[in-house]
């Protein structure tokens, strides 16, 4: 009775102490492994080159002496930028010099600075029955396995990195001409994908550079949003959420002092096609002397999902072994694949016929092949309908004759000429949009399960089921809403339950916007809600204006005259060309 009276904190922390017993924090410790022996599983999924074997040394190993620091993010400690890091070998000091290598590294190069550390923090808590304070311990020098608050190192780091120390016994020397190609770089993190999007602008225009400058500084606290200007000057961010877009917008108020006009936020969307080329698309270079044949069809959704989860395994020549025992694949086509666009899930085959007794031609067609890829890659960052990226595209490269002389076959001509074939195949494939579909998790009491279910209708959403919580009269309710429908759906639910209940929400998939994103008979009327066959003609209308776009999606700039005839006289010998009407001049 006595505790019963005492003070919430005091309740709760009896309840855990005769649950937990008096040793729960010794327990821990005891089970917990040591950073002396957890390095290893960690290192296997966090380093981006192949693992040592057992009696050759480590480089990120605790008796390793060169300092090797992965950075997870930036904080904004006492109103600076610093670095919070996990130390796997050697031992960081202050004034030491380090190698910082970029997310970017190693396939640019150039992306490693040098900087010197100026101070060591370690977070630290004062705490007492009122209240708990966050504080920083400041320190001269610190060994492997510890979790670490660095300054000094944050000028050139925009989400993630890693730090190098000197192989010196001196802390303050460091050879800059070091070769740095076979150094050990941890992946970047990965993040859930930033499917909510919300355009901001300055309220006075003269004090643009400065929310510009704010925006840069912000987002380094913010690893999972991502900032992008389009032609028209529009500045975009993308978040994972309500609550995460938010919050970030106060930090940038705060830090930036900037008064900031919001727009209403809206979704990323994607492109995809639901078909196969109609016929193979001959894509000429500009000079005249390269021609090169390809189709577009959509790729299965078991290879789509292990390319934007990363699944496949790290090595190439492992792939097209995993490709038929996973997927089902043959051989050929197999080992046909060029190369894959894992943030996006496409990739591209090499589906040529290859001539054994023309040596130059495959030699032409070898050296050609990082232009055709760096041209993929080009495509699927920006597609044809309104120039989102690509999710779920399998690009087959038919045919391609290049010019002899190197000059007349450069990356100038092969990369534009991809990009722009690529396109025109995606067009006569059955182009659609794709929409983020959010994965939600609804605590509520049981009584009010089923009234849930007109809530989530009205928004395009359903439930996929519900099962009771333990002890309670509570109820998880699991279902699925698209993103563009459930601003404010938090909200409602907790009006409706009168505060009772509490939503969850994660991105899950992309799903196929209803209806023809290219049926220009569909009459869009302001102010007015569109019927659910008619979104994805307006999302492709309305992203269009907003990237100061032609609301009609021609096909004129992908296409020359010859293929324009090939497709008219296919389309007068009888071939099904679906709703594809290619008079000269005339929008698809």
């Not at 072994?321 to 996973?326: A, D, L, S, T």
């Not at 989530?456 to 519900?466: A, H, I, P, S, V």
């Amino acid at each position: 009775k006595k505790v019963l009276r005492s003070s919430t904190k005091t309740i709760v922390r009896s309840i855990l102490g005769s649950y937990f017993g008096s040793l729960g924090f010794v327990d821990m410790l005891l089970k917990v492994p040591s950073p002396s022996f957890g390095w290893k599983k960690k290192t296997k999924t966090l380093i981006n080159m192949p693992i040592p074997h057992d009696d050759e040394p480590h480089p990120l190993s605790p008796e390793s002496k060169t300092a090797v620091v992965q950075v997870s993010k930036l904080l904004d400690v006492q109103g600076k930028f610093a670095a919070l890091c996990r130390i796997y070998s050697g031992q960081i000091k202050v004034g030491q010099r380090v190698k910082i290598l970029g997310s970017a590294y190693p396939a640019d190069l150039e992306d490693v600075t040098f900087n010197t550390i100026t101070a060591i923090h370690v977070p630290t808590h004062n705490s007492n029955e009122e209240r708990v304070k966050l504080s920083y311990r400041s320190l001269d020098e610190i060994g492997a396995g510890n979790v670490v608050i660095l300054h000094g190192v944050d000028a050139t780091i925009t989400q993630s990195a890693t730090i190098v120390g000197s192989n010196s016994n001196s802390s303050s020397e460091f050879d800059d001409d070091e070769d740095t190609e076979e150094q050990c770089v941890f992946r970047p993190l990965r993040f859930t994908p930033a499917v909510v999007k919300l355009s901001i602008e300055p309220l006075r225009p003269a004090e643009l550079p400065k929310m510009v400058h704010g925006l840069r500084s912000v987002l380094k606290c913010y690893p999972g949003s991502h900032l992008v200007v389009h032609d028209t000057g529009e500045h975009c961010i993308y978040g994972t959420g309500e609550v995460y877009l938010d919050t970030l917008m106060q930090f940038l108020r705060q830090y930036s002092d900037v008064e900031i006009k919001v727009a209403e936020p809206t979704v990323a969307l994607r492109e995809s096609v639901a078909g196969t080329s109609v016929m193979g698309i001959v894509g000429e270079t500009p000079n005249k002397r390269n021609k090169i044949t390809i189709t577009s069809s959509q790729l299965e959704a078991p290879i789509t999902n292990a390319l934007t989860l990363y699944q496949l395994p790290k090595k190439e020549e492992k792939i097209p072994g995993h490709f038929m025992q996973e997927f089902g694949w043959d051989l050929l086509s197999s080992r046909s694949i060029w190369a894959f666009d894992y943030e996006r899930g496409s990739l591209l085959l090499d589906d040529t016929i290859p001539d054994f007794d023309d040596v130059t031609s495959k030699e032409n067609f070898a050296a050609a092949k990082p232009s055709i890829v760096q041209g993929f890659r080009w495509a699927s960052k920006e597609g044809p309908l309104c120039e989102e990226p690509l999710h779920g595209c399998k690009v087959k490269l038919l045919d391609a004759v290049l010019a002899p002389s190197s000059i007349h076959r450069s990356s100038g001509q092969i990369i534009p000429t991809i990009r722009r074939t690529i396109h025109a195949s995606m067009l006569l494939a059955n182009p659609t949009l794709l929409e983020p579909v959010n994965k939600l998790y609804i605590t509520a009491p049981t009584s009010i399960v089923d009234s849930l279910s007109p809530l989530l209708t009205k928004r395009r959403g359903f439930m996929t089921g519900d099962s009771p919580v333990g002890a309670s009269t509570y109820s998880v309710v699991t279902a699925y809403v698209p993103v563009m429908d459930m601003f404010g759906l938090e909200t409602d639910i907790r009006m409706f339950s009168q505060g009772q209940a509490m939503v969850h929400s994660l991105f899950e998939y992309w799903n196929e916007v209803p209806g023809d994103p290219l049926d220009s008979s569909i009459v869009l009327h302001p102010l007015e809600p569109s019927p659910v066959q008619c979104l994805a003609r307006e999302f492709l209308v309305k992203t269009r204006r907003r990237k100061g776009l032609n609301e009609e999606v021609s096909i004129d700039k992908y296409l020359d005259e010859e293929m324009k005839r090939q497709l008219l006289l296919a389309q007068r010998s009888g071939m099904d060309e679906g709703d594809i009407d290619m008079e000269d001049g005339e929008m698809l």
